[in-house]
């Protein structure tokens, strides 16, 4: 049965799914919404009212952390670890990346400076936690696995956001520099976005109009 993904084109967490259909050949169909002003039919099958969604023949599946978990299962070999503690680790740290992307987006969207450096200063140290876990280039080695998947969204945007601010956000952390390296210039990570997100992302962050808008916006 081929899947269908319904998007958001900003949303990172979409992405994480679109990496592993790309990662893993896998066809589907992705529909876009707009999240501002959703359609009635996603309202009625979506139970928290986000993306993604994943619809396979009758069945809705939502949260990116099971979706990526149940197109791995259907679709082997596994981006997973075989160790049952390596694995849960890798889970658990997918769970972490979802603090980096709200304090990613809390900076961003930061209507005062103090909102703005305060989120940004916890990004650094979240950033600083994940450098302890990274074995090099990729989270776990040499092996794409998951977790690569679910980090990937978020250094795209940190790239981003330093060709138009400059922070070194990933200056102190050269196991995370070198990750993000490694994993932007996949194919997968490549092919997870539309063409235009990066004017799209900086559009949605300057139409916010705060003080994240004139750090990071094109006003
Ligand atoms: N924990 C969820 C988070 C998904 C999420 O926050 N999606 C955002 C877009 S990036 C959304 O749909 N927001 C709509 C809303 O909160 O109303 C996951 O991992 O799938």
């Known amino acids: 049965m081929k899947p269908e993904l319904i998007s958001f084109k900003l949303c990172p967490f979409v992405q994480r799914s679109v990496i592993v259909l790309e ?7 992705i529909t876009y919404i707009n999240l501002k002003e959703p359609p009635q039919w996603f309202k009625t ?8 969604l994943l619809k396979v023949g009758n069945a809705v599946l939502f ?19 075989t160790d ?16 980096l992307f709200f304090c990613q987006f809390n900076m961003v969207m930061a209507k005062e400076q103090e909102a703005c450096d305060s ?5 650094r140290d979240k950033l600083t936690q994940v450098e302890q876990q990274v074995e090099g280039p990729l989270f776990n080695g040499e092996v794409f696995s998951l977790v690569d998947a679910a980090y990937a969204p978020l250094f795209m945007r940190i790239a981003f956001l330093e060709k138009w601010h400059p922070m070194g956000l990933l200056d102190q952390t050269p196991k995370l520099q070198r990750w993000s390296e490694a994993l932007l ?3 997968s990570v490549k092919n997870s976005v ?4 990066e004017q799209l992302y900086r559009d949605h962050i300057s139409a916010s ?11």
Not at 45 to 52: E, N, T, Y
Not at 68 to 78: A, G, K, R
Not at 119 to 123: D, G, I, S, V, Y
């Open 209 to 219: 109009n705060g003080f994240g808008a004139s750090r990071f916006g094109n006003a």
């Open 84 to 99: 049952p503690l390596r694995k849960a680790h890798n889970r658990a740290w997918v769970e972490f990346a979802s603090t």
């Open 119 to 123: 989120a940004e200063q916890e990004l």
């Open 185 to 187: 210039k996949r194919e």
């Open 45 to 52: 099958i979506s139970p928290l009212g986000k993306v993604p």
């Open 194 to 197: 539309v063409e235009d997100l």
């Open 63 to 81: 949260e990116s952390a099971v979706i990526m978990e149940y197109l791995d299962e259907v679709n082997p070999p596994s981006l997973h670890p």
């Open 23 to 29: 990662e893993k050949g896998i066809d589907y169909d």
